[in-house]
């Protein structure tokens, strides 16, 4: 067997336990693992998509126990993707949490790498039952770090999230118990095997389970109606953490683009095509409502969780259309819209920072030290998440469009993919407007406001140590801060440098999914 599936599990987990042991010592140290712990993780990520890139699958057989008898891990190129994505966007969330947010709690370094753990095995699990199992670990991990820090709000919106996400574990576990009632089986290579052939007496429970099991993708995901937990939860996190979760809903789309091409695929008999009646409106309904909320919203932040709802939709659309072009799309879609939001967070938490009591609120207040800087980034990450030309968001937009036009709803998804970005864009130019350009005169010590002075720079953290373990160091400066931000800004960038290679990349990816047999004989030796 090749060790090298199992590796993405092993670190973060090793990572994990190893900080909670030295959780009594300075922060330094615990910076120092947790960061030389993701860069670990992106080596292996890239060391699995070189070793996949021929269209390989890797299986690990865990205890040598063959499947469908034993627990497998299969790492394919769908995997090492979403395993990749993760872990670039892990990075640049831990470098702007090192800034002092990580030291208001105890175990965030912990919590951060267990997070990393149980999103890492959601990619690489061959079988549903472990799907669950690592997806109760990330929410564990997740309960933690949405709380990290406290406040009223914070506890308030945590508790919505908890609660519903909680709701949804029972409805998996009563849809993972119901599809091995019906087939004997959860391994999910062995699932697209038999559930072609359901005999007519267990096709009503059989359908029952897959749309029970799509409700709860959904439900992750933040598709509509589903998706009222978001905007609090993410609004109110601490930034990092907020980065982070922009993959977290992404985690539900792959878990829906996984199971509904494998097991409910076109070879699935009287089951085939399970959600295709669904998917598409609920896709393009998620992608407009998100846009109205981002219309809406009256807070940065609470406007950049509409637009990760908003990309859900149109990542959703994108696999809706069924084709090899319409997943190569997503797939191209789904990284950058990640470092686009993870980096729109980081932004507007330097932003509320700068701004005094007013924080995010979309409301005029006195001119920020550094606005250029910060105009032009905002500027910068705006377009690149609404999907203007030249950048990546542009490309996966335009590739999505390229894909419905032999879809018979093309007329559909096209109106509401250029409306969204539409309105995304006029709401995101009224945010600018209000932040950098309708702003207060300054007043001075004696009350006068007739010179427009801007308001002197405040610290982007408390004065939390950052260096060494006894408490000496200093607070980074606030250039510090948006280091991240240009990171994940530049790595959309590449993404459009790049994207011929990138795309012919997804769209091996697309055709591999299209196939669904070479998962099967990969993992059992035989064919469905």
Known sequence: MNHLAIAPLLLPL???????????????????????AVLGQIGLAL???????????????????????????????????????????????????????????????????LQLFGLNGAFLTGDLFNLFVFFEVLLLASYGLILHGG?????????????????????????????????????????????????PSELGLARAAGLLLFAVFALKAALLPLYLWLPAAYAHTSAPVAALFAIMTKVGVY????????????????????IEPWLLPMALATLLVGMLGVLAATALRRQVAYLVIASVGSLLTAFALDSVAGIAAGLYYLPHSVFAAAALFLLADVIARRRGATADHLESAPAIA??????GLFFVA????????????????????????????????????????????????????????????????????????????TPLMKPLPFGTPGGEGSVLPVAAALVPVVGLLLLGLLMTIFAGPIQAHVASIAEQLSRPYLYVHAVLGVRP
């Open 370 to 375: 550094q606005a250029a800087l910060l105009g």
């Open 47 to 113: 060391l699995l998509t070189g070793a996949l890139s021929g269209g390989d699958i890797l299986v690990y057989h865990l205890g040598n126990w063959p499947a469908p008898f034993g627990i497998v891990l299969v790492a394919d190129a769908l995997a090492a993707w979403m395993l990749l994505a993760t872990a670039l966007l892990a990075l640049f969330a831990l470098l702007y949490a090192c800034q002092g947010g990580d030291a208001r709690g105890r175990h965030f370094h912990v919590l951060f790498q």
């Open 382 to 457: 705006t377009m690149q998440m609404i999907g203007l030309p030249p950048l990546s968001g542009f490309l996966g937009k335009f590739l999505l469009l390229r894909a419905a036009l032999a879809h018979p709803a093309a007329a559909w998804v096209m109106a509401a993919v250029l409306l969204g970005g539409l309105m995304g864009m006029i709401a995101l130019a009224r945010s600018g407007s209000v932040l950098f350009f309708r702003t207060l005169p300054a007043m001075d010590q004696e009350g006068r406001s007739d010179t427009p002075v801007p308001s002197p720079p």
């Open 255 to 274: 878990a829906i683009v996984r199971v509904y091409s494998l097991i409910f695929g076109a070879e699935a008999g009287p089951l085939a095509h399970l």
């Open 151 to 199: 406040g009223r709000a914070r506890v308030r919106a945590g508790l919505h999230y908890v609660v519903l996400n909680l709701a949804g574990s029972a409805l998996f576990l009563i849809a993972v118990g119901t599809l091995f009632g019906v087939f004997g089986t959860l391994n999910m290579a062995d699932l697209a095997r038999k559930v072609a052939s359901t005999p």
């Open 14 to 36: 090793l990572a994990g336990i190893l900080l909670l042991l030295i959780r009594h010592r300075g922060i330094f140290p615990r910076r120092l693992l947790s960061v030389a």
